[in-house]
Each structure stands twice: as C-alpha cells, then as structure tokens.
C-alpha cells in the first residue's frame, strides 16, 4: 500500500517513482457496499492475488497500477473505500479530484445491485464529472448469481454507465474493467480538449495592429489611390469600360476562391 496523497490536492500530489514514466496520472475511487469485493478487485488488479479471507477496509487505502490503454501509459491511483455503513459520511471526502469512480456490486447479492443508485447519487453530488464504470463482482459464483446480466444491463444503459462483470478470484475481466474506465476518461479528455482547442481558437486575440506605414509608403499609397480614381471614372457602375466594353466576371466563374 502506498503512503496517504494529499487529500486537498489528490492528483498533482502523487509523486512519481524513479524513472517511472507515464502520460497520464487518474485519480479513481472505489464504492459500493461492504462485502462486494472492491479491494479483491483492486489486489487482483495490482499484485495478481487473492484471499479468501479478505479483511474490510477501514477508512481508505491507496494502491495504483500502471496500464497501457490507447497507446497511451497511464497511472490510475485507486482510492479504494471502506463499504462499511458506519465509514458512509467520510467516503465523499475522498472522491475530490477523481477523474473515475467504479461502483461495484456483487453479482449473488441483490441488495448491493439495488444499493448502485445510492452510490450514483453520492457521485453525481460531489464529483459529478468523473467518469463511472460498475462492475458486477463474483461473476465465477455462477449458481448464486442474484442479478442476471440483462437486469443489470437494462440499468447501465438507462442511466448511460459501463458495466462490466468481473470475478477478482478467477480473474476474469479485472484488467479489462479498468482499461475500460481508462479508455473512456482517455475519451472524454481528447472530446475536452478539442472543445478547449476550438474555443479558444474562436476566441483568440485579434492579431497585432499593423505596422504604422512610413512616409514613403503614405505616399505610394495616395498615388495609387489617384490612378485608381482616374481608372474608376473610366468605368459605369458595373465596371465595365467605357472604353473597351469589357464584361465584367461573374463571381466564381473565373475558378477561383468564392468567399
Ligand atoms: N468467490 C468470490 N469471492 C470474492 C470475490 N471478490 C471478493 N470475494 C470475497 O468477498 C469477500 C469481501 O471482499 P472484499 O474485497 O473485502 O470486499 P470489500 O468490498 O472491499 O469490502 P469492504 O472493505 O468492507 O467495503 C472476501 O471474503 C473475498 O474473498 C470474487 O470475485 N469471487
Ligand atoms: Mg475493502
């Protein structure tokens, strides 16, 4: 387990090892009821391990894993959360800053599915912008299975989540999970700062004035206006020439640029 970050400034605070190199460093929390599975979740993905045993967290704890997502090598620093009710009031103080969020439930337990809402709503109030995955956890219990997959599909569709059953014991989909959640904050990052791009392009200064003309140019410029007026005077107002009766161009059918 790696040393607490600073809880004001979760992000930035997170000092990189060594030679460590990476694009991007996300901030991810972890919720949902005790029991479901969130910190097998969370050692599977990091350490390739498992404990029947499983002790409840207490507070919180921090682990991170590097992943390769859209060629892309980023951090996830995961702030895993204690489901326990009595931990409940203090969980929100740790979704500052957290560009992802996974609610897990577990697959054989009705009433952490049912609990997903909840979770959204503590979310949605104090880090309504970070992206969220659900995970059904304990996918390898198939004969206890208490959610089918279609229920929880149906959910995930209405209130526009990912959802991804996973197994922290057998293995199954743990990376895949996260390299979602990565992949679709990756997404929303390039939609962001294309926006950004294109707003400030939009809106970018005026380009500097131009240059104050010398003397001679000022004069260049009032004998060209001259000889323009003398030329104009020879034309009607179509700007055909009195002249020559030259027809004028109609715009565009000389090929050119039309604005
Ligand atoms: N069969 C099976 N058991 C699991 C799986 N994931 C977790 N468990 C077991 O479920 C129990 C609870 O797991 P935890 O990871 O401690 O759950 P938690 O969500 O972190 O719980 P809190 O820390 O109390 O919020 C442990 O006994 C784990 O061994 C899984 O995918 N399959
Ligand atoms: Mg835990």
Redesign the pocket.
């Known amino acids: 387990m790696s040393s607490i970050p600073d809880l004001k400034s979760p992000v930035s605070s997170f000092v990189p090892l060594e030679n460590e190199r990476y694009d991007y460093l996300f901030k991810v929390v972890?919720v949902?009821?005790?029991?479901?599975?969130?910190?097998?979740?969370?050692?599977?993905l990091c350490f390739e391990r498992?404990?029947?045993?499983?002790?409840?967290?207490?507070g919180v704890?921090f682990n991170s894993k590097s992943l390769l997502v859209d060629s892309k090598q980023v951090k996830i620093q995961l702030w895993?959360?204690?489901?326990?009710e009595r931990?409940r009031s203090v969980a929100p103080s740790y979704y500052r800053g957290s560009l992802g969020a996974v609610i897990?439930y577990?697959t054989?337990y009705a009433k952490s599915f049912e609990q997903i809402q909840f979770w959204l709503n503590s979310l949605n109030q104090h880090c309504p912008t970070a992206k969220i995955l659900v995970i059904g956890?304990?996918?390898?219990?198939v004969d206890l299975r208490a959610v089918p997959i279609e229920v929880a599909r149906e959910f995930a569709e209405q209130e526009d989540l990912v959802l991804v059953e996973?197994?922290?014991?057998?293995l199954s989909s743990v990376e895949f999970a996260f390299n979602k959640l990565v992949s679709v904050i990756l997404a929303d990052r390039n939609a962001t700062s294309l926006a950004q791009e294109t707003y400030s392009n939009a809106h970018s200064p005026p380009p500097p004035a131009a240059e104050k003309p010398s003397l001679s140019n000022v004069i260049k410029l009032k004998i060209d206006e001259r000889k323009a007026k003398k030329r104009n005077s020879k034309l009607d107002q179509w700007g055909i020439s009195k002249k020559v009766g030259r027809q004028p161009q109609k715009m565009g059918s000389h090929g050119g640029n039309c604005c």
């Open positions: 972890v949902g009821d005790s029991g479901v599975g969130k910190t097998s979740l969370i050692q599977q498992f404990a029947n045993d499983q002790k409840s967290t207490i704890e895993d959360t204690a489901g326990q931990f897990t577990d054989t956890n304990k996918s390898d219990l996973a197994s922290a014991k057998d």
